[in-house]
């Protein structure tokens, strides 16, 4: 390999993670995968009594024992080391907007998808920001945002059959600590490689690429993922 391998000293063990919309597909399995690679998840959503039973029902779901909690948004905004957003993108802006307080100084993982579908099928949408990493950003202004987990498959995470996930996760950001943070991070995951993928200007085109993957599991019925060769 030519590249260097996630810093030592981005030791993620340990942290809590939270996950913003942890009620979603995406946002569940995501929260699944970190804890059983041993974290402390916190699923977050607008109702504490939804993300009680997402976090109850992930917790049953598993034949070891994982430490997953569920609280309102802004609960487990605070609870968590490093912050997920996972929410669909027409609440993206109105959540962040109520959690720049318990979200300052934090790094925050965007993994918001701004697409639309009609009857072509999915296609990016125009975002005024740019994308919603710098949508993001230009809200937590105090926090350390960075884009990444855009085309994880969130049928493959909550699937119990599949143990190593095959695919590099694109890591965007401006910090490039927390940028090797949540590149460390996703490497909890058995299988998965964190790459740094850029600086925030350039997560548009990861996120619309995601409408490219949905076009090609629907034609080749599979849960497609990328790997970056080279490195």
């Keep these: 390999m030519t590249e260097e391998s996630t810093p ?5 063990a340990g942290q809590t993670i939270a996950v913003l919309g942890g009620t979603g597909d995406q946002g569940r399995g995501l929260a699944r995968r970190f804890a059983l690679a041993g974290h402390t998840v916190v699923i977050g959503s607008r109702s504490a009594e939804r993300a009680e039973k997402a976090a109850r029902e992930l917790a049953e779901g598993e034949s070891a024992r994982i430490d997953v909690r569920g609280l309102d948004n802004a609960a487990a905004a605070e609870a968590g080391d490093v912050v997920i957003v996972a929410v669909p993108w027409d609440g993206h802006r109105e959540l962040l907007e109520g959690l720049v307080e318990p979200l300052a100084g934090k790094i925050v993982v965007d993994c918001v998808n701004p697409l639309g579908f009609d009857e072509r099928g999915p296609y990016a949408l125009d975002v005024a920001e740019g994308s919603a990493a710098e949508q993001a950003a230009l809200i937590l202004e105090g926090s350390r ?47 998965v490689r964190g790459v740094f993928g850029g600086r925030l200007r350039n997560a548009h085109q990861v996120e619309a690429l995601t409408a490219n993957l949905i076009a090609i599991n629907r034609r080749y019925k599979t849960h497609a993922g990328l790997r970056v060769t080279g490195l």
């Design 8 to 12: 030592e000293s981005a030791d993620t």
């Design 145 to 191: 945002v960075t884009a990444a987990f855009h085309h994880v498959s969130a049928v493959v995470l909550l699937d119990p059959g599949v143990e190593r996930v095959d695919l590099d996760v694109l890591v965007l950001g401006e910090d490039r600590a927390a940028t090797d943070e949540v590149r460390a991070l996703a490497e909890r995951i058995p299988g």
